[in-house]
């Protein structure tokens, strides 16, 4: 074949190939990837007729919203088994009427977790007279950079000083399970105070004890246990570190 034809069959395939190209250009939704998280069981609602619906949330702090679609690749259990998807967003070019403009497709289960009362079955029941506290924190991206402050005391009237019940703690382990769970007993009748002169009259407040967890690691896959007399409260604060650091002084 001549140098001619040659460039004249290459020039054709190339005309032919480029509107192919140029039209499947056109037809490649737009993409977006998020997360969401969804609860273990849908609720009752009503798009075009009435359904059940996922319910679902951008982040842990926010309340739960119908979803009234489905996320392609991903199976619903609706058996209370919470999970935090990684999920990508297409465009639909041309929806019918009655149709989302938009679809979400799997990307990755980041994370999943056993409805609360599964997960509790291991624990043993709180003896007589005593109670038992549960801690179930919501999934997160990075739970590494979480931790979860445990804080136990009782509300009592006191007057301005700064009082702390003195308690025994002690932390446990379910044999054959490894589930660790904490045991708080404040000691009966006794409160330490500083010996300030108050002119202010008597107050009801928190008193939190002396012993305790502390700062604990954040998990939602397993609640967080704590064993302590009935007329003892169990409260807790979510902490966040920051992921910048700062440079210490050399002195």
């Known amino acids: ?99 989302s403009s938009e679809k979400w497709v799997l990307v990755d289960v980041v994370t999943e977790r056993q409805p609360l009362s599964d997960l509790l079955s291991p624990f043993p029941e709180p003896e007589k007279d005593w109670a038992r506290s549960v801690i179930h924190v919501p999934q997160q991206l990075n739970e590494e950079d979480y931790r979860v402050e445990i804080i136990a005391g009782k509300t009592l009237e006191i007057d301005c000083n700064h009082h702390i019940l003195p308690a025994t703690y002690k932390e446990e382990t379910i044999q054959g399970w490894g589930y660790d769970y904490y045991v708080i007993e404040p000691e009966e009748g006794k409160m330490i105070s500083t010996m300030m002169a108050c002119q202010a009259p008597m107050r009801n407040e928190f008193v939190s004890t002396a012993n305790g967890p502390g700062l604990v690691r954040y998990n939602s896959r397993l609640p967080i246990v704590v064993y302590t007399p009935k007329d003892t409260e169990i409260r807790y604060r979510i902490w966040k570190t920051d992921a910048a650091t700062s440079q210490a002084d050399r002195l």
């Open 1 to 99: 074949m001549s140098m001619m034809k040659r460039n004249i069959v290459l020039a054709a395939v190339l005309s032919a190939s480029i509107p192919a190209m140029s039209m499947a250009n056109a037809t490649v939704p737009e993409q977006d990837i998020s997360f969401v998280y969804i609860a273990g069981k849908s609720q009752p609602c009503t798009g075009v007729a009435p359904q059940q619906c996922m319910q679902i949330r951008s982040s842990a702090n926010e309340e739960w919203q119908n979803y009234y679609g489905n996320i392609e690749g991903f199976d619903f259990k609706n058996d209370g088994t919470e999970s935090l998807l990684k999920i990508r967003k297409e465009k639909i070019k041309n929806p019918a009427a009655d149709q």
